[in-house]
């Protein structure tokens, strides 16, 4: 089966960085992926890693390790729109098209 | 592209009542992905269909669950009957394979509350 952990809430304020981590579990693996979720909203994509190393997307980084099963997104010059719960989300096992998330992270920006 | 449609956007009905959840994909999408996400359990996949044809429904969580797609445009999940606890925001999701599967393109969700 596949597993994933990552904190279950992080708190930052305004204009800082913030990394929020995850850890996996597969039997095979393809990609990590790294989902966005607003209240009432809809899960929406920010990255994915298929290879080791970072990828920047703008003030969103993630990186991954895959020999340490890891992997992990950064914010950077964190505004109040970025409060959401953030999911990482891994590829593998039986299905190449299929998506097993985490349990999110509620990220908090204060002023 | 208008994105991914899902109807209806919020449901109430009671226990024992039949259940239709209907999605449209974005055009061109080859991959329709149905999920369910609770507070206790998160977001897991249900089903999904490649080319309108059922590949994995090994995350129906039992018999009272079915899902169609009989046209690359139109899918539906079906809850018959349901119960309190299939209470949950069922989203659909879609991808294309020439897009290498990288991202998939959620729905605005259906919220489901069964009492």
């Known amino acids: 089966g596949q597993s994933l952990e990552q904190p279950s809430e992080v708190t930052a304020v305004e204009g800082a960085i913030v990394q929020i981590n995850c850890t996996y579990q597969t039997s095979g693996f393809y990609g990590l992926s790294w989902y966005q979720q607003h209240d009432g909203g809809a899960p929406t994509f920010l990255s994915y890693?298929?290879?080791?190393g970072l990828e920047e997307t703008g003030r969103f980084s993630s990186f991954l390790s895959r020999s340490d099963s890891y992997g992990y997104l950064l914010l950077q010059e964190l505004q109040m729109k970025d409060s959401a719960s953030y999911f990482c989300?891994?590829?593998?096992?039986?299905?190449?098209?299929?998506?097993?998330f985490g349990t999110g992270t509620r990220l908090l920006v204060s002023p | 592209d208008a994105g991914v449609i899902q109807s209806p956007r919020h449901e109430v009905t009671e226990m024992g009542q039949e259940v239709t959840l209907r999605c449209k994909p974005i055009?061109?999408?080859?991959?329709l992905f149905w999920y369910r996400q609770t507070m206790m359990r998160g977001l897991e996949l249900l089903i999904y269909?490649?080319?309108?044809?059922?590949?994995?429904d090994s995350g129906m969580p039992e018999d009272r669950f079915s899902a169609k797609m009989p046209n690359a445009s139109f899918s539906t999940l079906k809850i018959q009957p349901s119960e309190p606890r299939d209470s949950a925001v069922y989203f659909c999701?879609?991808?294309?394979?020439?897009?290498?599967?990288?991202?998939?393109?959620f729905g605005p969700g259906t919220r489901l509350t069964v009492l």
């Open positions: 269909f490649n080319n309108n044809v059922p590949i994995d």
């Open positions: 999701a879609s991808s294309s394979l020439a897009g290498g599967f990288n991202e998939q393109f």
């Open positions: 055009s061109g999408h080859d991959y």
């Open positions: 989300a891994v590829r593998g096992g039986t299905g190449f098209q299929k998506l097993v």
């Open positions: 890693n298929a290879l080791d």
